[in-house]
């Protein structure tokens, strides 16, 4: 599975982006996603993660810091997960990763290039 993911851009504080993120590969189903963010001489952070399977359905989470602001979503049909981020600050600034891993796992096996975020005050 390769990972792939866009959307990045420059908006202005209280505005929205939506990223991307798009998978090769067969098993994206069962894989957990999730989105990290790394800014400007800080370490790489969660940010929010999304799973599904047939008896659960999707279950997601965020970390505090964008709860009520991010939504991550998953699209299995077209092998791609979402992150919608709304009323962005410019501490959001960062450059975001999605990424993946099996479930149970406590590594994520698999990471996405990057797509940079700038929110100006």
């Known amino acids: 599975v390769q990972l792939q993911a866009s959307g990045g851009g420059l908006v202005q504080a209280g505005g929205s982006l939506r990223l991307s993120c798009a998978a090769s590969g067969r098993t994206f189903s069962s894989l957990v996603m999730g989105w990290f963010r790394q800014a400007p001489g800080k370490e790489r952070e969660f940010v929010a993660t999304i799973t599904w399977n047939t008896r659960s359905g999707i279950s997601t989470y965020c970390a505090d810091s964008v709860k009520g602001r991010f939504t991550i979503s998953r699209d299995n049909a077209k092998n791609t997960v979402y992150l919608q981020m709304n009323s962005l600050k410019p501490e959001d600034t960062a450059v975001y990763y999605c990424?993946?891993?099996?479930?149970?796992?406590?590594?994520?096996?698999?990471w996405g290039q990057g797509t940079e975020v700038t929110v100006s005050s």
């Open positions: 990424a993946a891993k099996e479930p149970g796992l406590a590594n994520w096996r698999l």
